[in-house]
């Protein structure tokens, strides 16, 4: 139930329970995520994922939600400002749910809180993200939210042995 689910921003102390979130969704079976667990594992230890999510958390156009449901995390949600001056205006965005926590709402209410987020930042005027083509129920949301198509990179990944297309959204705010 929608009610039982807590959103909020991550914390430091979150770290152990994030990284064993992303490895359980990157280690389901044709996942919509670009990295593998031990690719991640490898980029991500401990004490650079505890870093990362103090930086967003000190950022006045990066966030960092994470959807709870008691103490087991069931989605979570990356808004990544730049620092760079000609970029400034724009967010990219990473969403994920638990697979048997999907089509409930929880990547729904992620993404509105985010977006509410960004519209009260005075600096976020664009929010854009990568979405895998065959990840229908994604991109029906993200179109529902105001999302656009702004293009396609064909073969752009490969992954489970086969090359993927994936569109290029954005929200204008």
Do not use: C
Request: hydrophobic letters at 40%; proline letters at 4%; a neutral charge.
């Amino acid at each position: 139930m929608m009610s039982d689910i807590v959103v909020r921003p991550a914390r430091p102390e979150d770290t152990e329970r994030v990284l064993a979130y992303l490895d359980e969704i990157l280690r389901e079976p044709h996942s919509n995520l670009l990295s593998d667990p031990e690719e991640f594992a490898r980029r991500f230890p401990p004490d650079r994922e505890r870093a990362f999510i103090e930086q967003v958390a000190a950022s006045d156009t990066s966030l960092f939600l994470i959807a709870e449901e008691g103490d087991e995390i069931v989605g979570q949600l990356t808004l990544l400002g730049s620092e760079r001056k000609a970029l400034r205006h724009t967010a990219t965005l990473g969403i994920s749910v638990r697979r048997d926590r999907r089509n409930r709402g929880i990547g729904r209410r992620l993404m509105t809180e985010a977006i509410a987020w960004a519209r009260d930042r005075s600096t976020l005027r664009r929010i854009e993200l990568n979405v895998f083509v065959r990840n229908e129920p994604a991109v029906h949301l993200y179109r529902s939210l105001g999302f656009e198509i702004e293009g396609r990179r064909r073969r752009s990944i490969y992954k489970d042995g086969e090359y993927i297309d994936d569109f290029i959204m954005a929200l204008l705010l």
